[in-house]
């Protein structure tokens, strides 16, 4: 998570050379904390409250 932008939360991916590439788990969401869990059928699950704003998102993998 980063502590600025628009893109703050990123996740990252390993490819068969060992090379990491980030991409922006929640384009356009300025979530200011992070939480993920994962659900009884074995998907992760992240929230993503936006303090600033009173929202919360949310998305499931």
Do not use: E
């Not at 788990?25 to 993503?48: E, K, N, T, W």
């Amino acid at each position: 998570m980063t502590t600025s932008g628009t893109d703050r939360v990123y996740c990252a991916t390993q490819s068969a050379d060992g090379a990491w590439t980030a991409q922006s788990a929640a384009p356009g969401v300025s979530a200011d904390r992070l939480a993920v869990q994962q659900d009884s059928d074995g998907h992760d699950v992240l929230y993503l409250p936006d303090t600033a704003h009173n929202s919360l998102y949310y998305g499931v993998r």
